[in-house]
């Protein structure tokens, strides 16, 4: 395996630095005693795919990695806010899957409570969505179900909120359960940071060629200030004469977590729809073809997977039951 690729690799839980097994093919966290395994030259960074190393010894001088979002400051206000649509079309009834004994936009709310934010909110076009999260102690309120896209509906619901000018919000989808609370907190700093961004999104490099090709995998161009040019489901930049190494030009993919200004958020909905965002799917290209600027935080390492279909919510499942604690051996 390219030695450039474990650089940027870490543990999806812990996020410290992984040591690469070549006889056993596998990428080992001494942290957390995980094994990842690697088929085809490529690691799968999925815990439901890797198996324990309790039994083994672990190194000493494993050095950690930088965390997927680490930042040390964040500002004095911010709110996140996770829209959740009960008439998911891929995967019905989403948001209140069982995910070892929590709904998911339980699961979701359980991550944002550990950022430093001052309120998290989810908004939903449904009334049994609004009764469970409640329900688990948590802010919701109703939303109209005929909105085009998450944004909207998190505008409408922070004019309900009364969101002050001054506040950042950051929307978290509510089908990623395993969000960093860190990368919020990073995504809220990079728009405070930058006053003439009306938003901010995250994007990491992609290192495997299926997901260049994968239209469900969004990809991003960045001019050299970290502002979004351009996303689309196609691959771009294209590398027409195989140079990507040597220039040094990694292709990103978009992670689909926004930040905005609370003023930019109150006039998105009365942006007409370009053509654009209708091809591509893709709601952040309004704001782009209407001047708006997005700039983009870079994570260090790969964003944790969401759940868009049956067979990631499996994985999901999978994945919380290795977290659960262990009953005691007889």
Known sequence: MDNRLLEILACPICKNGLRHDRQALELICDHDHLAFPIRDGMPVMLVAEARSTDAEPAPSGSPPSESAAGTSATPDEGAAETPARLGSTRL???????????????????????????????ASDADEVIGVVKQHGYEAVLTRADHASGTDRIAEASAQLGIPDEDIVVNVQGDEPLIEPALIEALACKLADTPDAAMATAAHPIVDSQSMSNPHVVKVVLNYRDEAIYFSRCAIPFDRDHRRNACGQAMLRHVG??????????????????PLEQLEALEQLRALWHGYRIVVYSMQAFAAPGVDSAEDLERMRAHFRLLLPKPPSN
């Open 92 to 122: 019905p009834r989403k948001p209140l899957a069982d995910i070892a004994g929590r709904p998911m936009v339980v699961r979701v709310v359980d991550q944002c409570v550990q950022a430093k934010v001052h309120r998290v909110v989810v």
């Open 257 to 274: 977590i926004y930040a905005y200004r609370p003023p930019f958020l109150r006039r998105f909905p009365e942006l007409s729809s370009p």
